[in-house]
Nanobody, 115 residues
Framework: QVQLVESGGGLVQAGGSLRLSCAGS????????MGWYRQAPGKQRELVAL???????RYGDSVKGRFTISRDNAKNTVYLQMNSVKPEDTAVYYC?????????WGQGTQVTVSS
């Protein structure tokens, strides 16, 4: 059983910062990648950022230069530092884990950016 628990979402003013965390637990072996996706009302889920086992990172175009993903391998935890947030960053943010057994998702955490 694999569980992902997200934290750190909330309300923030435009231009501010927020840090999301996602802790994985259970039968997690040989992580391929961990990352964050988001889904705004009426829109498709999109990639925000991911980090591979080799520490390669990939970002969605709309967050490049503003968001930073990092990982604590010992804790199976991934972080998303969100700086200079904009109202269009408002969405439910989902943690994602890819291991050889399959892909897993967290329950989501709401991020709301006020203008």
């Amino acid at each position: 059983q694999v569980q992902l628990v997200e934290s750190g979402g909330g309300l923030v003013q435009a231009g501010g910062s927020l840090r999301l965390s996602c802790a994985g637990s259970g039968s997690i072996f040989s992580i391929i990648a961990m990352g964050w996706y988001r889904q705004a009302p009426g829109k498709q889920r999109e990639l925000v950022a991911l980090i591979t086992s080799g520490s390669n990172t990939r970002y969605g175009d709309s967050v490049k230069g503003r968001f930073t993903i990092s990982r604590d391998n010992a804790k199976n935890t991934v972080y998303l530092q969100m700086n200079s947030v904009k109202p269009e960053d408002t969405a439910v943010y989902y943690c994602n884990l890819v291991i050889p057994r399959g892909t897993y998702w967290g329950q989501g955490t709401q991020v709301t950016v006020s203008s």
